[in-house]
Structure formats: C-alpha cells, structure tokens
C-alpha cells in the first residue's frame, strides 16, 4: 500500500473500529434520564385550558374545515407559501396559536436567526402548556451539545430528538465523518429529508424549507428561491401518522443516547438557563413577529392567498426506507410522484433545483417523448451561477443532450441576480415598513456550517462558485410538479437518485384545478427570459463539422470516466432585446437568442474546474450528490 494511502486508512479504520464500539451502557442512558427528571423546567406560564394561545385566522380556518369535512368529501384549506417571509410568520403565528400539541420535523436546523427565532416560539410554546416534539436529521441540526443539553432541560412539555445519529453522537468531528463513510456507508448516507410542522394535529406546513436563514431571504449574499404549502384539514392526520412512525422509529434517537450531549448533561448537573435569543438583525425579526400577529397583514398574505379543496393527500415515505430500501411500500412518495409524471396527457411542469433524473424518472420520461403526441415537459432548475451544489450540477451538464433529445425537456436555468426573487428578498427585509415599498411590491398579488458537501447544499458556508458580475445572489430549492393543470405537488422530493433511494421525502399532492395553476403560474415566472437562460442545441454553422462533433460528443458522454471533449451538445441561451419569449423548438428561436456560454456570468475558479473534473470523472457519486 502506498505510503500515503496508508497514512490515511489507517487512522481513518482504527476511528472506525473505536467508535463502532463506543454506544453507551443502559446505566449510563438510565443515569442521564435520571439528571433531566430532576432538573427539568415542570412550570407552566399559562394556568388557562387553551394554553394562552393567541387568536389564529390560519387555524380557525383549518378547523372549519375538519368540522365540514366527511369521508366522502373532505374539505381542506390550502395555501402556497411562496413568499419567504409569508412563509416564516405562517409558523410563528401557529406555534403561538397552538393549544395542544406541535410536532416539528427538519433536514437542517442552523443556529442563525432564523433557526434561533423558530426554536425559542417553540420554548415558549412549550412553557405554556404546549406539548411540543423536535424530531431533526443530525447530520445538519443542532450539533453542539451544550444547546442540546438546554433544550432536554427547558421544559418538561418538550421533547428532542435526532434522525439517524453518526456514531451515536450530535456533533460529527471531520475524522468521524470520514469513519462513517469508511465503515457504514450505506446508513450514514441515508438521511431524512423531510420537513414539516403541524400543530393540534389540525394544520401542517410541508415543503423545501429548513430552518436557516438562507431559506427565508436573510442571509446577506446568498438566499434561496424556495416553496412551502399550508394545509388545514383531514389531511393533517396523514401528516400525524407519518410524523408519528417517525418519531416512534428506531433510528429516532432521544438525546440522552447521544455520547456527546449524555456527557454534558451528566457533566453539569444544574438545569443550565435557556439564554435570551442573540439575533444578528433584531429589528427584522421584531418586524417578523409584529407581522404573526398582525390581524390585516395575516389577512392580506396568509388568508386572501388561501384555496379551498377538496382531495388533498400529504404522502411521506416511511422511515423503513432507510432498512429496506427495496420495499415497495417504504417507497410510498417516490412512487407516487413518478405514477403522477407517467399518466401525463398534455404538461409537465418540473421545479428542482438539481437535475440528476434517476433510472426511474429516465424511463418515465423518455416513454412520454416515444408516445405520438408527448406532454410538453419545462422544466425549471439552477444554472451553476445560481447553484452551492455544483458538484450535482456537473451531472446535470453532462447529461444535456439526453434531457433535450431524449426525454423532450425544455430547462430553464435560472440566473444568479434574477429580478423575481429580488422582490421577495426585498419584501422580506422591508418587514412592516410598507411605505417604503416600491409600487409593485405593496400587495401580496405582485408581489451550520457546513461539514462537507457530498449531498448537496448545506450550511451557510457552502457558496456558490464566483461570479463575473457582482450583487445579492439566489439558487433555486424549490421542489415542484404540476400534471396537466389538473393536480400538483409541492414537497421535498429532488425528483433524483438520492431522493428516489437514500433519502426519506414527504409532499404534498392537491387534487385541485385552482391550485395547479396558482402553481403553474409561480414555476413559469422563474423561467421567464429576465430570470433564466434557455437550454437549447449549439446552432449548426458548418453541417459536417457539427455531426462530426455531436457524434464524438455522444461517445465522451456516455463514458463513466474521461468525459472530456470541451464541445457539448448544448448551451446556454439568453433572449435578444426587442424579442418575444419562444420555445427552443421554434423555428425563429435562434434569431431571437444569443448563445451565451455553457457556463454564464461564472467566473475561472477552482469551482469551475472541479465542475468540469465531475463532470469527466464524477459518474458514480451520482447516487450520492
């Protein structure tokens, strides 16, 4: 073995063999158990039967619509929260409206201002009365221990725990992280993507949000172009039986399991204080909440917006996924969303920020094209200058030419400074200041760190590659399908192979004509000519010499390594002035478009080489990225 390799090995299977042995006893679990019964908060700020809930135009209307519902016709209120900051006061003002219970379940939990508004509402909420349940992937939540250690402490009336922990322990170290590739790579590459939060088992939020800042337009250079649905009504107990197998699962862990936080809390025996919230902007939070609880602006953004439906379903796929990821069953969301895609009669409209299609979603989409009259398919997805994952995004370039002949895709790659997210990144940081807003953004109608980087967009650290250009930055996260205008989706599912095999999803899918096309018309506005680039064939200047290089370029493609001939199939296209909008396919196209590079508005970096480098050599982390 070469010396350096086995420098390396070496530690990384002596780290391995040590922390595989490294669980914690039933006394020392049993001993921590003991500290929190002690030294937990049990006092209740709020003596009244509805636990001092503040008034909720949002759950009056969910729980309306559980008392008209039956069987037979089930009536549920839907809302599109596409705004970000909409979006953020919707959960604020229903954690403070809840009387009963709060179940929250995350992907990423930062300790932003963001992470730390959302996760003191729900102290609160708890010291009041509320039972309040934290179930949060470990890899990206919460990985300092002294925090944890608070939080099983705060209150008797809340409960945490972490999905899938590396090695029994909160906080993943560089060395461990790498052990846990080493060693098990198949349960620490399943993750639980999920997200949701319901409160009284009455109204859920669901869809691509995290708590960080990033996902609510609060961070300061790079934010994200992101979607959450609210629903109110019966299927709110499909989202209390999903949230409730997860929870009960094995791989759930309470925190007093954890090496790290079992430690600290036997460690310091006294019930640490739960600090008062250090925010980095106070006054946009403070604007945040004047807006939770703000009867007209609830009205305006939350309550006008909203929809009644009738069938609305809220599918996640089971925890089980992890253990038995060929179970047809434990696959529930993954198979539906590509059932909802194979019965396409006229459209499909596909929003994901990473267009790796996996064998599944290849074989759907290239049986739509084959049929003699195929389904439009748009799709809306990230160029590499909008784009923190762009090791994923050399996948989706290397495949161009199958997507666009082969599946039939017509792909928008949006731009790093698109104007549509740039009115709700304003809307977000004007907060109540409503006078300051220009004319077309006043009414709701125009208007971490990250420890590694394999799977995708992470922690605030993990930026973009740089840029030619310069101002605020937006990357696509949004995850979308509408079907014939007739039904939509809105979850977390990336409509990828990690998505499809390693990760759990949830969604949910509304059987309703209205909705669809709200949708519809929120996708189509991130791919208009202002916010995106149109991905379309090179024009053919010289006949010979461009069959020439299609054909060598076909071959390099298909290759699992040395994919390295520089001329692609396709490019990036960007509208001339004084053009209207049209297809790739219209004749007219190339008068009206002006290529642009397959790489826009990116600057020389190492980023953009290793983009290129994946793209060659990259081919089987696909499933991983």
Partial sequence: MPCFLRQVSLPLLLATLLLQGCTLSRAQIRRADAVVATTV?????CAQ????????PLLEAATRAMAESTPQEPVNVVTLLDDSEPALAARINLVRAARQSIDVQTYIWDQDDAGQLMLNELVLAARRGVQVRILADQLFSFDNPDVLDRLSRVSANLQVRLYNPTFHKAHTQPLEFAAGLLCCFMQFNQRMHNKLLLVDDTIGITGGRNYQDRYFNWDDDFDYVDRDVMVGGPAARQMAASFELFWRHKRAVPLTHLRDVNRRILSDRAPPAWPTPHYRRPQRVAQLQQAAEDPAWLQAWLVDPSLTAGKVDYFSDLPSKT???DQRRALEYTRHIMHMIDDAKREVLLQTPYLVMSKSAQRIFKRL??????????????SLASTDAFAVYAMSY???????????????ELKPHAPGPAVDNELANLGMDTAAMPAQTASPASATRARFHLLGSRGSNNRPAPLLSEGRRFGLHAKSIVVDDTFAMVGSHNFDPRSDHYNTEAGVIVYDHAFADQLRRSIMRDTQPENAWVIAPRQSATPFLTDINDAIGSVSAQLPLFDLWPFRYATSYDLKPGCQPMRAADPGFYACYQPVGDFPDVALSPKLIITRLVTAF???AKGVL
């Fill in 398 to 412: 290397k495949h161009r030419k199958r997507y666009l002949k082969t599946f039939g895709f017509e792909i928008h």
């Fill in 618 to 620: 990259g081919v089987g």
């Fill in 369 to 382: 094209h084959k049929r003699d009259e195929p389904p439009r398919v748009i799709v809306s997805t990230n």
């Fill in 41 to 45: 908060d049990r006092s209740t700020a």
């Fill in 323 to 325: 253990d038995k990821p």
């Fill in 49 to 56: 039967a509805d636990r001092c809930a503040v008034p909720s």
